[in-house]
C-alpha cells in the first residue's frame, strides 16, 4: 500500500456543483495534512493546511478522519476556475518532509 | 506569494554534460527541497536541506547532489546528465513552526536531456 493515495479522478463536474475528493494515508502517527493546488505546467500552491479535525476557507472544507486515516476536500458551488489537480501531502515522520499523494484531477465544465 | 525564484526555467542539454540548478530564496527559511515530477510518478524528492551544510538525501537522490554554502541558495547539480532525468524541477522552503511545516515552491525549471 502506498503512503498516501488519492483517486486520480479525473472528476468532471458542472459549474455550481458540490465535489469532494478523499486522501488516505497509512502512517496513524500523522498529524499534519496539507491540500494543494496544481494548475497544468504551474507550481504547487498551497490550498488549505489540517492540524486538527478539520479547516474551513470560503468554499473549501478539509475534514480529517484519523480513525479511518484520511482527509477529504470538498468544494462547494464550484467555479471554472477550480479546474486543477489537487495534491494532498502528510507530514513525514521525521517532521522535516512531506509525503505526496499523485494528484486528483479535476474539471468544472461550463 | 514565497519569494522563490528558480533558474534557469528551461534548459535543454545533452546527455553526458553537467548541469546545474539554483534555488533562491529571499524568506529566509530554513528548510529547502528539491524535487522532480513526472507524468505518473507525482512529485519525488530529491534531496533537502534543513540547514547550511546540512543536507539529506530523497527517493531518488542517485545521479543528483546538492550544496548549501548560504541560507538563500540551494543548489542542484546533474554530474553527468542523462535523458531519464528529463523533467520538471521544483524548488520548496519550510520553516518549522511559521505557522506550521507548510512547503512552498518555486516556479520550476524545465529540463530536456537529449
Known amino acids: 500500500r502506498k503512503e498516501v493515495e488519492q483517486d486520480p479522478g479525473p472528476f468532471n463536474v458542472p459549474e455550481g456543483a458540490t465535489v469532494a475528493f478523499n486522501c488516505t494515508y497509512s502512517n496513524s502517527a500523522s498529524q499534519s495534512f496539507f491540500w494543494y493546488r496544481q494548475d497544468c505546467r504551474k507550481e504547487p500552491k498551497l490550498l488549505m493546511s489540517?492540524?486538527?479535525?478539520?479547516n474551513e476557507d470560503g468554499r473549501f472544507t478539509a475534514q480529517l478522519n484519523r480513525a479511518s486515516q484520511y482527509i477529504s476536500l470538498l468544494i462547494r458551488d464550484s467555479k471554472l476556475s477550480d479546474s486543477a489537480t489537487y495534491l494532498c501531502a502528510v507530514l513525514a515522520g521525521n517532521n522535516r518532509k512531506l509525503i505526496w499523494g499523485l494528484g486528483t484531477s479535476l474539471a468544472v465544465n461550463p | 506569494d514565497a519569494g522563490i525564484t528558480q533558474s534557469p526555467r528551461h534548459k535543454v542539454t545533452e546527455t553526458g554534460t553537467p548541469v546545474t540548478l539554483r534555488c533562491h530564496q529571499t524568506e529566509n527559511h530554513r528548510y529547502m527541497y528539491w524535487y522532480r515530477q513526472d507524468p505518473g510518478h507525482g512529485l519525488r524528492l530529491i534531496h533537502y536541506?534543513?540547514?547550511?551544510?546540512?543536507?539529506d538525501k530523497g527517493e531518488v537522490s542517485d545521479g543528483y547532489s546538492v550544496s548549501r554554502s548560504k541560507t538563500e541558495d540551494f543548489l542542484l547539480t546533474l554530474e553527468s546528465a542523462t535523458s531519464s532525468q528529463t523533467s520538471v524541477y521544483f524548488c520548496a522552503i519550510s520553516e518549522p513552526g511559521h505557522p506550521g511545516v507548510e512547503q512552498y515552491f518555486g516556479p520550476g525549471t524545465r529540463l530536456t536531456v537529449t
Open positions: 536541506s534543513y540547514g547550511v551544510k546540512d543536507t
Open positions: 489540517v492540524y486538527s479535525s478539520g
